[in-house]
Antibody, heavy 121, light 109 residues
Framework: QVHLVESGGGVVQPGGSLRLSCAAS????????MHWVRQVPGKGLEWVAV????????QYGDPVKGRFSISRDNSKNTVYLEMNRLTPEDTALYHC??????????????WGQGTMVTVSS | QTVVTQEPSLTVSPGGTVTLTCASS?????????ANWFQQKPGQTPRALIY???YKHSWTPARFSGSLLGGKAALTLSGAQPEDEAEYYC?????????FGGGTKLTVL
């Protein structure tokens, strides 16, 4: 059974940094790209970033480009999201998600429960 | 920035059929947008229903189907059940990024 567990969320001041982790189990982690998606409680969904199965290719949504960095460690079955220069607009529940198939364009199927990030002074 | 537009809300009667649509500011939605659909109930994590426009996941109820309709991606629910009341989000792939629609609140009444 596929299982994704996020951690690392918390309260951080504007301009600060945070590193999220997502531990995966139940599937061949190194065979799938991984995404991060966020949701402000009570609001809609926003795609944040993706990393390829081998970690070499990444892509980011415009609101986080240049501030966030996604990476992975296939030896630890873990994907990371390094977040810098945080602003209140980054406050959200952050989910990691497993890519659906081996095809880059095929988004994601399984989601973790998420970790909450609050940016506030 | 690509803007993806969905109906804010729709209502369907139990047993009825309803179609939700997903439009892109970039123009006609085609298969290369690899449309996805997700269902989210209050307090729950989103659940994937459809990927690559028409493909169902192993857990997707047969009453849900995906298609292209009038230049948009579409999710059709045939034979609505009370448990289908939820928020539905579409997701489009464009220019090496993914864009969510604002969601459709579906009421089964």
């Amino acid at each position: 059974q596929v299982h994704l567990v996020e951690s690392g969320g918390g309260v951080v001041q504007p301009g600060g940094s945070l590193r999220l982790s997502c531990a995966a189990s139940g599937f061949t982690f190194s065979a799938y790209g991984m995404h991060w998606v966020r949701q402000v409680p009570g609001k809609g969904l926003e795609w944040v970033a993706v990393v390829s199965d081998d970690g070499w290719h990444t892509q980011y949504g415009d609101p986080v480009k240049g501030r966030f960095s996604i990476s992975r460690d296939n030896s630890k079955n873990t994907v990371y999201l390094e977040m810098n220069r945080l602003t209140p607009e980054d406050t959200a529940l952050y989910h990691c998600a497993k890519r659906t198939t081996g095809r880059w364009q095929d988004a994601f199927d399984i989601w973790g429960q998420g970790t909450m990030v609050t940016v506030s002074s | 920035q690509t803007v993806v537009t969905q109906e804010p809300s729709l209502t369907v009667s139990p047993g009825g059929t309803v179609t939700l649509t997903c439009a892109s500011s970039t123009g006609t939605v085609t298969s290369v947008y690899y449309a996805n659909w997700f269902q989210q109930k209050p307090g729950q994590t989103p659940r994937a229903l459809i990927y690559s426009t028409t493909y169902k996941h192993s857990w997707t109820p047969a009453r849900f189907s995906g298609s292209l309709l009038g230049g948009k991606a579409a999710l059709t629910l045939s034979g609505a059940q009370p448990e289908d009341e939820a928020e539905y989000y579409c997701l489009l792939y464009y220019d090496d990024a993914w864009f969510f629609g604002g969601g459709t609140k579906l009421t089964v009444l």
